[in-house]
């Protein structure tokens, strides 16, 4: 499993799901408990635990990463172009629209819950 701080789970449950098109793999929302997956995989594969940032150090570790403009996650899609786009329509703020550097393209967008989120092409 691997965690991502955000501010609100249930909120970032919805939006990985709902607009991300993750999967959920747990839902305790009694113990605001919320981890997705990747679609395509079965239930033991990687994890993505929605971690709440009520802990100080979980706070300001999200903020401080966000603060300076660096993704907390990077997620390899085949055409991130085509998710841009996707993504564009269904409301999802970008930094910029898709570039292209000497390890292939990115785009970056804020996931409404303390995060930037980085989409990476080879």
Request: charged share 20%.
């Given at each position: 499993m691997c965690s991502i701080h955000v501010k609100d789970p249930a909120t970032a449950h919805t939006f990985y799901t709902e607009t991300l098109g993750f999967e959920t793999l747990m839902a305790m929302p009694e113990h605001n408990l919320f981890i997705v997956k990747d679609p395509g995989a079965d239930d033991s594969s990687v994890g993505l635990l929605l971690e709440p940032s009520d802990n100080p150090i979980g706070a300001?570790?999200?903020?401080?990463?966000?603060d300076a403009g660096m993704p907390a996650i990077v997620f390899g899609v085949p055409d991130v172009q085509a998710e841009y786009q996707r993504l564009v329509a269904a409301g999802v703020t970008f930094k910029g629209e898709p570039s292209e550097n000497p390890y292939g393209i990115t785009a970056v967008f804020e996931d409404g819950c303390g995060n930037l989120v980085q989409l990476h092409q080879d």
């Amino acid at each position: 499993m691997c965690s991502i701080h955000v501010k609100d789970p249930a909120t970032a449950h919805t939006f990985y799901t709902e607009t991300l098109g993750f999967e959920t793999l747990m839902a305790m929302p009694e113990h605001n408990l919320f981890i997705v997956k990747d679609p395509g995989a079965d239930d033991s594969s990687v994890g993505l635990l929605l971690e709440p940032s009520d802990n100080p150090i979980g706070a300001d570790y999200m903020n401080a990463v966000h603060d300076a403009g660096m993704p907390a996650i990077v997620f390899g899609v085949p055409d991130v172009q085509a998710e841009y786009q996707r993504l564009v329509a269904a409301g999802v703020t970008f930094k910029g629209e898709p570039s292209e550097n000497p390890y292939g393209i990115t785009a970056v967008f804020e996931d409404g819950c303390g995060n930037l989120v980085q989409l990476h092409q080879d």
